[in-house]
């Protein structure tokens, strides 16, 4: 049923939930998503590939608890032992199952559903949990670099049988972790950098694996130090890879792939579209594609602003993967003046 509010100008068509504004203000809403999705890249036809939300929930707890416990018996054996690597391992470790956790509770909190106060709903939860997941790689990385650096100058006596029992015992928990975060990770920044967390862990018990052999052959202690150098360095070069992409979301980043001015000339080879302006382009999460443009109308192509939209945002949809779409009609010499084609000026601060 349509409800039109004369006074306002504002037409909403609720039947295709669309928002029509007699100023052209058009909000195209059936794609949160679904156009998105069923464009190539974003092809994805479950939100975890074949494991559901709670059965995910579940595997997620139950890895928590099992690295918690390996944590510490890496911590004692590490100690024990006398082993850097060791202990650097048990550290990054622990950051899994706080990472696990962070994942878990990101994933709760995104099912949410949007209300008065968080109309976009609570989505970005899990690109926050994955910016915090990330930051502490960092930090325990740049740890890790000291420790192993200073350690090189002063190598420790080391019981490497402790250490490859510690490390092996270790691998095989992380690999089931990883395997577990993986499964899910693939729509997901957030699970992605749960993976990333268990996969460096996995990695860095292989080579304290291969340290603690070294150590048992030929009693080199400084292997334990360049294996954690080179743990440290691996994190980072994956963390650098992936951070981005979760900062540019939060930022309101153009999505990847998407050129604001191909958009724009796609915009105006359409009929009757002469300009396009303050384009913005932006993602709400990893999945859903925004924009929001101005569209300079011919005066005698005004009459058709609605099949106009219509035919701009199905467009939009198939070529870039923009699921959700307002646009703003303007008559060509009556709109905006001096408009940004991307973007809009902004006012600095004095």
Same mark, same amino acid.
């Given at each position: 049923m349509a409800h039109t509010?004369?006074?306002?100008?504002?037409?909403?068509?609720h039947d295709d939930h669309d928002h029509d504004h007699h100023h052209g203000h058009d909000h195209d809403h059936h794609a949160h998503g679904h156009a998105a999705r069923s464009h190539a890249g974003h092809g994805h036809a479950g939100h975890h590939h074949g494991i559901g939300a709670e059965a995910g929930d579940r595997q997620l707890f139950v890895a928590i608890a099992i690295n918690g416990l390996l944590t510490l018996v890496q911590i004692v054996g590490g100690i024990v032992a006398g082993s850097l690597a060791l202990i650097a391992?048990?550290?990054?470790?622990l950051s899994d199952a706080v990472s696990l956790v962070i994942a878990y509770f990101a994933r709760r909190i995104a099912r949410r559903p949007s209300n008065d106060g968080?109309? &976009?709903?609570?989505?970005?939860? #899990?690109?926050?949990?994955?910016?915090?997941?990330y930051t502490t790689l960092i930090v325990i990385s740049v740890y890790l670099v000291y420790e192993g650096i200073w350690r090189l &100058?002063?190598?420790?006596?080391?019981?490497?049988?402790?250490?490859?029992?510690?490390?092996?015992?270790?691998?095989v928990i992380d690999a089931w972790t990883a395997w577990i975060t993986f499964r899910m990770s693939k729509d997901s920044v957030n699970m992605r950098a749960a993976f990333l967390h268990n996969l460096a862990d996995a990695m860095g018990s292989v080579g304290v694996i291969v340290a603690g052999t070294?150590?048992?052959? &030929?009693?080199?202690?400084?292997?334990?130090?360049?294996?954690?150098l080179g743990i440290a360095g691996y994190i980072l070069w994956h963390v650098g890879r992936e951070i981005g992409s979760v900062v540019r979301i939060l930022m309101l980043g153009t999505p990847p792939g998407v050129e604001p001015a191909a958009v724009a000339d796609a915009l105006v080879a359409i009929d009757g579209i002469v300009e396009a302006h303050h384009i913005h382009l932006w993602q709400v999460d990893e999945r859903r594609n925004s924009l929001e443009a101005h569209l300079v109308l011919r005066p005698d192509a005004m009459s058709r602003s609605e099949p106009i939209k219509r035919a701009a945002k199905a467009m939009l949809a198939e070529r870039f993967a923009i699921g959700h779409s307002t646009l703003e009609v303007e008559c #060509?010499? #009556?709109?905006?003046?001096?408009? #940004?084609?991307?973007?809009?000026?902004?006012?600095?601060?004095?």
């Open positions: 509010h004369d006074d306002h100008g504002h037409d909403h068509d391992d048990a550290i990054h470790n968080m109309t &976009f709903g609570y989505v970005r939860a #899990e690109v926050i949990a994955a910016l915090i997941n &100058f002063d190598p420790q006596g080391i019981d490497g049988w402790i250490v490859v029992a510690g490390a092996a015992i270790a691998l070294v150590i048992i052959l &030929f009693d080199w202690r400084i292997a334990d130090a360049l294996v954690t #060509e010499g #009556e709109g905006c003046v001096d408009a #940004e084609r991307i973007g809009h000026k902004v006012a600095l601060a004095h």
